[in-house]
Each structure stands twice: as structure tokens, then as C-alpha cells.
């Protein structure tokens, strides 16, 4: 008899709780439905200020009570398939709360469904370059930005230079990791009709890995432009390779290995200072640099795709050609 009276509590007890839980979910569901459903393309700047006021309104009841609210926030993310542009916004909430892989495979998910005419996109690109350096794959979104007609942005701070379609899909796909993001870039390459393709064989040919030589040569290369036949022809028969300095190197081994490590912990002024002293120093990475060592420069190169800039496409390079000549064999390319 005692045991069944305490499975009768604890049955209670967990009925009463998800009463409340469905009760609380459905006061915020209510709402959310009052707030969103709407696209801030197709209203005016004054319409927008005011949903503004009754998003924060969303926003500040999550902040005070993410215990009982996070759960609901989670399942209206999930369940409000047609709402885009509250899938975006509400993925943000969610992942200042929970940094867990789950919420952020949810922020990935909603920011490569969000139409674009929506959203900033200086905002968009640098959270999705940031997560696929983190080890997430974010080629969904990439797809998303390169079907866009002309994703572009400027950035003040970097003296008004933009940030092209070209430099955020390099920032998207270059972030991941290679092999990550490869099945993701033949895809595309292998669409003759895809918007994107010659912008993801150009990111083909930076990778520099015996996989993507390999990819490259089994392209079918009807549909592209001669320059990009070009490009892909010289890398797979002769590319012009940078060669080892002369002499003494200028930089040492330990002095890259340093500086590729504390740009991976987030620290840029070692690597920022070899730069300075010795603008053409990727003539002594590729002198001193072993074959062991790859991996750290292929994290530091992700690092700067990561960064999502206009500088992006220049630093990438560097590393590039620092890669294809400690990586280049003509066995890959036969």
C-alpha cells in the first residue's frame, strides 16, 4: 500500500508539472504568434521600430525566466517551420543560453533557411565562419549564401572594402574543416547550372589536399570560364609553385609553430609581428616547415577565413600557397 501511495505522488507530481510546463508554453507560444509572423523586408522602417519593442518584449521574458522558457523557446523554433525570420531571431536567444552542440546545429539550421533580405548580413556571415571553424558543418548555409543573387556588405572598419559573395563563401567553406567541407564544394562544382560553381571550384583549388586534387581532376569542366579551365589545368599539370628561400631562413620553425599556436588560441600579435618583419616570409615557411606540421597551418589558415573580413581572400592565399608547395606531388594529379 505504501508503494503505491508513493507512485501516486510521483505520478501527480509530474502530471502537475507538465501541466504547467504545456501552460507556460502555450501563454508563449500565444505570444510569440502575437509578435512574429512577419517579414521585416515587407513593412516600413517605422512598422519595424515597433516590432522591435515587442521582440524585446520576447526576448526580456526568456532572460527572466530561461528555466521554465528555454524548453518552450526550443519547441517553437522547432515546430514554426514557415517563420523564418523568428527561427533566426529566436535561434540568437536560444544560443546565448545554451551553448551546446544541439542549439548550435538549431542557430545553423534556422540561419541557412532565413531569407536574406531580412537579416544584416555582416551580422549572418561571421557567426556561420565562426561555428564551421568550431568543427560544425555549415554547408547548408554556405549553399544559402551562394544562391542568393548578390550577397554583399561593407565594413566601416576595414575602410569601407566589402565583403563579396566570392570572400563569404571562402569564409564559410575555408572556416571548415577541409575534408568537411569538400563533399559539400563537388557537389556544387559538379552542377553546370549552379549559380555558385565557379565560386566553389575556385575554393577547390585553394584547398590543397590530396583529396581535392584528386576532385579536381575528375570534374567535368564543360559550362566554365576559360579563366577558370586555366587555373584548374595549370594545378593539375605544372602549377607555379612558390620555391624556398635562398640561404638562411629569416624565420624559424619554432617561431611559425609558435605563431600558428596562438593564432589557434585566439592570439594574433606573434604571427602579426613575423608578418611585418618579414613581408615575404612564406618563402621560409616553406624551407623550415615539416610535413607533421600541415595540420597547425591548416587550422591557422581556417582562422583567418573565420574572420570573415575583406582581408579573408588575401590571408587564405598565403596560406594556400604555403599549403600547395609542401603538398603538391604530380602523382595526386594523374
Known amino acids: 500500500m505504501k508503494n503505491r501511495i508513493i507512485i501516486s505522488l510521483f505520478l501527480l507530481a509530474a502530471f502537475c508539472a507538465t501541466t504547467v510546463f504545456a501552460q507556460n508554453c502555450d501563454d508563449f507560444g500565444k505570444l510569440v504568434d502575437k509578435t512574429y509572423n512577419f517579414k521585416p523586408s ?101 549553399e544559402t549564401w551562394l544562391k542568393y543573387p548578390n550577397p554583399r556588405y561593407t565594413l566601416p572598419q576595414h575602410g569601407g572594402r566589402e565583403v563579396t559573395k566570392e570572400i563569404g563563401a571562402l569564409s564559410i567553406y575555408g572556416s571548415m574543416d577541409e575534408a568537411m567541407a569538400l563533399p559539400a564544394l563537388v557537389k556544387i562544382a559538379s552542377q553546370e547550372n549552379h549559380s555558385g560553381r565557379e565560386i566553389a571550384i575556385g575554393i577547390l583549388l585553394q584547398q590543397a589536399t590530396a583529396e581535392s586534387f584528386k576532385e579536381l581532376k575528375k570534374l567535368n569542366q564543360k559550362g566554365l570560364s576559360e579563366a577558370t579551365k586555366q587555373k584548374m589545368n595549370s594545378l593539375l599539370s605544372k602549377p607555379n609553385l612558390l620555391t624556398a628561400r635562398e640561404g638562411t631562413p629569416k ?84
Open 42 to 142: 515587407k513593412i516600413s522602417s517605422a512598422e519595424r521600430d515597433a516590432k522591435s519593442v515587442e521582440m524585446d518584449v520576447v526576448w526580456n521574458k526568456v532572460k527572466a525566466n530561461p528555466q521554465t522558457l528555454l524548453p518552450c523557446l526550443r519547441e517553437a523554433i522547432r515546430t514554426r517551420t514557415n517563420d523564418s525570420f523568428f527561427r533566426f531571431d529566436a535561434s540568437n536567444l536560444l544560443i546565448q543560453f545554451d551553448p551546446s552542440k544541439e542549439a548550435k546545429e538549431i542557430l545553423i539550421d534556422a540561419f541557412a533557411k532565413v531569407d536574406f533580405a531580412d537579416i544584416a548580413l555582416q551580422y549572418w556571415l561571421p557567426y556561420i565562419a565562426i561555428l564551421g571553424y568550431e568543427g560544425f558543418d555549415t554547408s547548408a548555409a554556405g
Open 251 to 334: 624565420i624559424t620553425r619554432q617561431q611559425y609553430l609558435d605563431a600558428f599556436q596562438q593564432l589557434t588560441n585566439g592570439k594574433t600579435q606573434l604571427f602579426m609581428k613575423l608578418t611585418v618583419d618579414v613581408p615575404d616570409g612564406e618563402k621560409d615557411a616553406i624551407a623550415v616547415l615539416k610535413q607533421e606540421d600541415i595540420p597547425l597551418v591548416r587550422k591557422a589558415r581556417r582562422i583567418f577565413a573565420a574572420s570573415a573580413n575583406p582581408h579573408t581572400a588575401e590571408w587564405y592565399k598565403s596560406f594556400t600557397n604555403i599549403l600547395l608547395a609542401m603538398t603538391w606531388k604530380p602523382e595526386l594529379v594523374k
